[in-house]
């Protein structure tokens, strides 16, 4: 089961993640952890419940894991919410990330940037450097996503070969494209919305 370790941790942050947003889980949410992982090793056939979901989301990247973990210790209230600004830069990030490599993989450009994933040492420098500026802003979590990302690539943590693999998955870039699209709708109602006219003193 040790080939499984990332479905099973995969079937607990994001079930964490999904469950222990709901209001009526707050009062027992540090114990959805535990239940998770028990319910993750139930077997179901041949395989446990964890690789079903595995089928479906396929071997996530090891930033969407360090995400749904940091949004997992958001819940527990352990570590604060991240400021506007600093879920702006992880959202452009990863879309942007997202916006390099997918277009090719659909047949849509001519260059193949996920080969770039195959020798990565300019890739890594650039993400490197990434990370940097990003510690410079003081953003923990794109510097954790990113750095994490990294070191299981040295490690070799995921059975893939491509460091693409361990930066951004389709839902990684699906998250990234549906939360920005919602911080621009809110931003745009924000700004249209009429300002109530201030109460007027009658003497």
């Not at 080939?3 to 114990?31: D, E």
């Not at 535990?34 to 079903?52: H, K, M, N, T, W």
């Not at 420098?125 to 953003?139: E, R």
């Not at 299981?152 to 361990?166: G, H, P, Q, T, V």
Request: glycine share 6%; with cysteine.
């Amino acid at each position: 089961m040790l080939f499984l370790w990332q479905a099973h941790l995969t079937f607990i942050l994001l079930g964490f993640v999904l469950l222990g947003s709901m209001h009526c889980t707050q009062r027992w949410r540090p114990w959805l952890l535990p239940v998770l992982a028990a319910v993750s090793f139930i077997p179901v056939g041949d395989l446990p419940v964890a690789a079903y979901l595995r089928s479906f989301t396929d071997d996530l990247a090891i930033t969407t894991l360090v995400l749904l973990g940091w949004a997992s210790l958001v819940r527990l209230g352990v570590v604060r919410k991240q400021a506007l600004s600093a879920r702006v830069q992880v959202l452009v990030l990863f879309a942007v990330l997202a916006a390099l490599l997918y277009p090719a993989t659909m047949g849509l450009t001519y260059v193949d940037p996920y080969r770039w994933g195959f020798n990565p040492r300019p890739l890594i420098v650039a993400i490197g450097l990434l990370t940097l500026a990003l510690l410079w802003l003081g953003n923990a979590l794109a510097v954790l996503m990113l750095a994490l990302g990294t070191l299981a690539f040295a490690l070799r943590l995921k059975a893939s070969e491509n460091y693409w693999d361990y930066l951004i998955d389709p839902l990684l870039a699906g998250y990234c494209l549906v939360a920005g699209a919602t911080l621009c709708l809110r931003e745009v109602w924000r700004l249209l919305r009429p300002v109530p006219a201030a109460p007027t003193s009658s003497i």
